[in-house]
């Protein structure tokens, strides 16, 4: 078969424990007035703004308590506005660095936010280079850090959707291993199972090829002997490393491929209820992978088969498993990082209908390897619970 991909992976990644010292050099490179976008917790940020005042640069802190809202994206962008601020640091979490994204992005680019959304809007093109980006990650789950995408919740619309644009890579990723050591083992598990998510839809979705693959394989081997350890473990610094580096590596996989049935589901369901993206991740990754593997089986797709057998291989570290023995494997996994059942966030059965047609609209459900019905659609809510 003749090999033939167009990939894109432009952020300029600084790895390694420690790699956070050398953020106050990057943003001097970037401007002079900085905007650091954090999250609940503002500690980490008010000790780099003493160090960008050290080397000349002012800056504003602007904090998100959860994930990031359409009416923060417009508060955070006045803020830049009215400060003058030339360059953009987020540093937190996944929705922190969304949040600075989708700034950094608008600050240059005027309008109703919500024109520029996918789905809900218009998917109105950035015409304009955002400002300059600096992505600082303090989790590793979402690999927010080297993507072209910010989740964003409309409270118009009650749904999670992307500002998406091949302009929005952050300019520079600095991923430092010891920002993640202090994590709590909830957020740990959230996290991990969100970058696992991204590596195992990605691999096996309907738009794959050999680069996505080859990062996929690394990440998914990675995840499968650390996550366990980081979350009993958390000052392991091997484990957290593997898993800053494998959620890197499936942010680079999702930016050059697609996801599928798992994030479909998680956008609605994020935005009807106040769940954790990462917990609504875990519960819908068994089910997702369990019916997949059925239909692919009831239509003879050996090829993708033939993938999510080699998925419970890397998962389980037996070379004799079979696809069914991965399910196995992710049910044990979330029972032992103690992710509770959608039911648990309030979801219930009499809302199915409506979250399943907000599901087969959203952009992730085009990369399933297989084209799930309704029934099979329930069937993985109903599985969730």
């Known amino acids: 078969m003749a090999i033939a991909f167009e990939s894109a992976v432009p952020t300029r990644i600084i790895f390694g424990c420690g790699s956070l010292g050398k953020v106050p050099e990057l943003v001097a490179k970037s401007g002079k007035r900085a905007l650091i976008v954090t999250g609940a917790s503002r500690r980490n940020a008010v000790e780099l703004a003493e160090k960008l005042t050290q080397t000349g640069i002012s800056s504003q802190i602007f904090s998100v308590s959860g994930e990031?809202?359409?009416?923060?994206?417009?508060?955070?962008?006045?803020?830049?506005?009215?400060?003058?601020?030339?360059?953009?640091?987020?540093?937190?979490?996944?929705?922190?660095?969304?949040?600075?994204?989708?700034?950094?992005?608008?600050?240059?680019?005027p309008g109703d936010i919500t024109d520029y959304l996918e789905v809900i809007g218009k998917g109105k093109a950035l015409l304009a280079e955002p400002l300059p980006f600096i992505a600082v990650p303090t989790t590793a789950g979402t690999g927010t850090e080297v993507t072209k995408n910010a989740v964003i919740k409309s409270e118009k619309f009650n749904v999670k959707v992307s500002l998406r644009s091949d302009r929005m890579y952050p300019q520079y990723a600095v991923i430092d291993p010891l920002l993640t050591i202090g994590l709590p083992p909830e957020i740990t598990a959230y996290t991990g199972i969100d970058a696992l998510t991204h590596l195992l839809e990605v691999y096996v979705s309907a738009k794959s090829n050999p680069f996505i693959d080859m990062i996929c394989r690394d990440g998914l081997q990675r995840i499968a002997v650390s996550l366990e350890t980081a979350f009993t473990n958390g000052s392991n610094i091997e484990a957290r490393e593997n898993m800053a580096f494998a959620a890197m590596l499936g942010g680079i996989a999702l930016a050059n491929g697609k996801l599928g049935a798992v994030h479909g589901f998680a956008g609605p369901l994020g935005g009807m209820y106040p769940a954790p993206h990462g917990a609504v991740c875990a519960c819908l990754l068994p089910a997702v992978m369990e019916i997949n593997?059925?239909?692919?089986?009831?239509?003879?797709?050996?090829?993708?088969?033939?993938?999510?057998?080699?998925?419970?291989?890397?998962?389980?570290?037996?070379?004799?498993?079979?696809?069914?023995d991965g399910v196995v494997w992710l049910h044990d996994l979330v029972k032992k990082l103690k992710v509770p059942?959608?039911?648990?966030?309030?979801?219930?059965?009499?809302?199915?209908?409506?979250?399943?047609?907000?599901a087969k609209n959203a952009s992730s459900m085009k990369g399933n390897p297989v084209i799930l019905t309704d029934e099979q659609l329930f069937q993985v809510l109903e599985k969730s619970m």
Do not use: H
């Open 293 to 324: 593997i059925a239909a692919l089986r009831r239509t003879n797709q050996s090829e993708v088969l033939t993938k999510y057998n080699q998925v419970a291989k890397w998962l389980t570290g037996n070379t004799n498993a079979c696809a069914e």
């Open 341 to 358: 059942a959608l039911s648990s966030f309030g979801v219930q059965s009499a809302n199915f209908p409506g979250l399943v047609e907000k």
């Open 68 to 109: 990031p809202t359409t009416t923060d994206i417009k508060s955070a962008v006045s803020l830049v506005l009215q400060n003058n601020c030339d360059v953009i640091v987020g540093l937190g979490g996944g929705s922190a660095i969304d949040a600075a994204k989708a700034t950094a992005a608008l600050a240059t680019n």
